[in-house]
């Protein structure tokens, strides 16, 4: 008798690689699905089953379906990599640096002068004082009619 | 609003194009700023070079700080509601004349 090519095992195998590589591809772009890759982590949760399965059905009705090396690479592989996206999920994106001399609540703004993306020079204090009307939302600007401030963001680049 | 990088202005400005920031993004190709105040990840960007660990700092109109977030973790941004909140407390907690509640 034909056996089965143990479909389940090898679309589980897909499903995982989709699953993983979708995170920053697509998920990690909307906020929902970037904080808690929940959506990412359901895939994974039902990629790693069907592995399962194949694997189980490889082994426990081998005379119905292939697969037993193929599905016993398969699920080390499943595991490796799933274990990869929970590391860099949850652990590598933490390891930041702690930064205990970035200037703190309370300091006077160290003053510089930076081109901006048209190459044109801007100085901080020349910013602050000049009261600059920046790019608020209205339901920020709601609160800020005494004091206008400015939001200094410094962020990775290379996105 | 201001942001800044260590991508160079060239790069800042396609961002500005692709996303229709309208406000300024400044440069620190040598992160001289981002040394000076501690907020370098070494080696954390592409091809080992360094890049700035996220940051936001609110100032006010006296150049004193009133806020500073360092997230924990670079793929949770800083969310709107949060800074709308320290927008508000700085509204409280700054000496105005007369009126501290309006």
């Not at chain 1, 901080?124 to 400015?150: K, M, W, Y």
Request: aromatic share 10%; with cysteine; hydrophobic share 45%.
């Amino acid at each position: 008798m034909k056996r089965s090519w143990n479909p389940l095992l090898w679309s589980g195998f897909v499903l995982l690689l989709l699953g993983v590589f979708s995170y920053p591809l697509f998920f990690a772009r909307f906020v929902l699905t970037r904080d808690f890759p929940w959506a990412n982590l359901l895939m994974i949760a039902l990629a790693l089953i069907l592995v399962a399965i194949g694997v189980v059905r490889a082994y426990g009705q081998a005379d119905r379906y292939r697969g037993k090396i193929s599905g016993s690479i398969l699920a080390v592989l499943a595991l490796v990599v799933t274990g990869l996206f929970c590391y860099g999920v949850f652990a590598l994106s933490k390891r930041l640096p702690v930064s205990h001399g970035a200037p703190q609540v309370g300091d006077l703004v160290p003053d510089f002068t930076l081109p901006d993306s048209k190459g044109t020079p801007v100085t901080l204090s020349v910013v602050i004082d000049s009261a600059f009307p920046s790019n608020r939302s209205s339901a920020e600007s709601g609160g800020s009619e005494q004091t206008v401030s400015t939001l200094l963001i410094f962020y990775r680049g290379y996105w | 609003m201001i942001a800044i990088s260590v991508d160079t202005p060239s790069e800042s400005e396609g961002l500005r194009k692709t996303e229709g920031y309208t406000f300024p993004i400044l440069s620190d190709e040598k992160e001289e700023v981002i040394r000076r105040w501690d907020l370098v990840d070494p080696h954390a960007g592409p091809d080992g070079i360094d890049v700035a660990r996220p940051a936001e700092f609110l100032i006010d109109s006296s150049g004193k700080i009133r806020w500073v977030n360092l997230t924990d973790d670079y793929r949770v941004r800083t969310r709107p509601e949060q800074v709308v909140e320290a927008f508000d407390a700085m509204h409280l907690m700054h000496p105005l004349v007369g009126d501290e509640h309006r």
